[in-house]
């Protein structure tokens, strides 16, 4: 009777860890390795106009895109002690700001938009706003400044070609889970009752599986659309 008691709790316990690295899979590595940002097909006109160096740092001065210079006129990005940061300088009349910073890496690379919205405090400029280290130059995509300016268009989306491989991905691992759960749940009840049989047809499990798998990615994709929306109208304060 403990070998039984034994063997169940051993499986039962198998199927719990089977399903927290299932979790761990689709949220946190599979959008790892496949959902990328999408690079914007018509990059912006910003450019360098200026270096400078000081003390343990440097930094360049950039002119936005025309269309928005009358509201940002400037913006520096300043690399000190290992940091990375940007600093725009702004109409003086703006009170309420909020844009967009679009970085790029070495290899021209999209690899992070933040989001800011600011009420500004100090007349003329705005706060610094941290950049990954790996930060080779950003665009500036101005949303709203008062009642003056608003632009409704997303800076960048997710590439759909890779939310689509991390579909396929999700359905892939879900059928995979669900066979590693019947297993171990018939184990579970082979220990329980020996002679016991609730296996149903191949055909129709793997149907329900294919079935739970395309809606656990059709979830997982359109949390990241929710997620990229939340992100663009998130505020940093």
């Known amino acids: 009777m403990i070998e039984i008691i034994m063997s169940a709790v051993g499986c039962a316990l198998a199927a719990v860890f089977s399903v927290v690295i299932y979790i761990l899979l689709v949220a946190k590595i599979l959008p790892q ?3 990328r940002l999408a690079t914007p097909k018509k990059k912006l006109g ?3 106009v200026r270096r400078y160096s000081f003390p343990e740092g440097r930094g360049i001065v950039y002119e936005p895109d025309i269309k ?3 509201y940002v006129k ?3 990005l300043v690399s000190h002690n290992g940091d990375k940061y940007i600093k725009c300088m702004i109409n003086p009349k703006a009170r309420f700001l909020k844009y967009d910073v679009v970085v ?4 021209d690379e999209l690899i992070d938009v933040i989001s800011v919205s600011e009420t500004v405090l100090d007349d003329g400029y705005t706060k610094a706003i941290p950049l990954p280290l790996e930060t080779s130059y950003v665009n500036i995509v101005l949303r709203a400044v008062d009642g003056m300016y608003k632009n409704s268009k997303h800076a960048v989306g997710y590439s759909g070609r890779s939310l689509s491989v991390f579909a396929g991905a999700v359905v892939a691992a879900t ?6 759960v019947r297993f171990l749940s018939s184990g579970v009840i082979t220990a329980i009752f020996e002679n016991s049989s609730v296996m149903i047809n191949n055909f129709a499990f793997f149907a329900l599986s294919l079935t739970v798998g395309i809606a656990c990615a059709a979830f997982a994709v359109l949390s990241y659309y929710i997620r990229m929306v939340w992100v663009i109208n998130n505020e940093r304060r």
């Open 68 to 70: 928005i210079r009358k």
């Open 33 to 35: 390795l496949c959902v």
């Open 175 to 180: 059928v995979v889970e669900s066979y590693v």
């Open 104 to 107: 790029y890496g070495p290899d």
């Open 46 to 48: 910003d450019r360098g």
């Open 74 to 76: 400037q913006y520096v």
